[in-house]
Every structure is written in C-alpha cells, then in structure tokens.
C-alpha cells in the first residue's frame, strides 16, 4: 500500500494564491467590501471612497460630523473589518 498526501481543496487554492501573490489584493477588496456591513447603512451613505495603501484604509467622507466620530472609533474599527476578513490586513484608518 502507498500513502496518498491528500489536502483539502480550500488548502490548496489558498496555498497558490499566497504562490501567485493574488492572496493580499483579494483580502484587500474584501475588506474595502466589508465596509458597509461593519459601519451601517447610515456611514455607507455617507461614504464617497475607499482604498487601502500600505496597511491603513483611506476613507473619504462627506459629512465632518461623522469623520470626526468615526476618528474616535478608529482601532474598534480597525479590529472589526480585520475580523470580517479573518485577516489582519489593516493597521489604520484615515478618514478625509
């Protein structure tokens, strides 16, 4: 008898995505996508773009008001959309 070297299928796809370099881009747009569920209906309102670079999300919103408060909430923020994505793909949020 031989042993057979079986993995699961999910392993494997995450095994060559992390190889092609494709692992971090998706995460990256999971997050940016996890946005609305994590802050509400009401920030995503208000919300006229987001993008990550170098670990901190950029968000640009059009009410001060709220960038003022979400500033405040920045870290529970941070730890809540690394966790939709069971991932630590952020570090900071910057909001303009």
Same mark, same amino acid.
């Given at each position: 008898?031989?042993?057979?070297?079986?993995?699961?299928?999910?392993?494997? &796809?995450?095994?060559?995505?992390?190889?092609?370099?494709?692992?971090?881009?998706?995460?990256?747009?999971?997050?940016?996508?996890?946005?609305?569920?994590?802050?509400?209906?009401?920030? %995503?309102? *208000?919300?006229?773009?987001? *993008? &990550? *670079?170098?670990?901190?999300?950029?968000?640009?919103?059009?009410?001060? %008001?709220?960038?003022?408060?979400?500033?405040?909430?920045?870290?529970?923020?941070?730890?809540?959309?690394?966790? !939709?994505?069971? !991932?630590?793909? &952020?570090?900071?949020?910057?909001?303009?």
């Amino acid at each position: 008898m031989f042993k057979r070297d079986v993995q699961p299928v999910k392993d494997l &796809i995450l095994r060559l995505m992390r190889e092609q370099g494709l692992e971090t881009p998706l995460l990256q747009k999971r997050l940016v996508e996890a946005w609305p569920e994590v802050t509400g209906e009401v920030v %995503a309102r *208000y919300t006229l773009n987001s *993008y &990550i *670079y170098n670990q901190t999300l950029y968000v640009r919103l059009s009410n001060p %008001a709220l960038r003022a408060d979400l500033s405040m909430r920045r870290q529970e923020l941070v730890q809540q959309l690394n966790e !939709a994505v069971d !991932a630590q793909v &952020i570090t900071d949020i910057r909001f303009g």
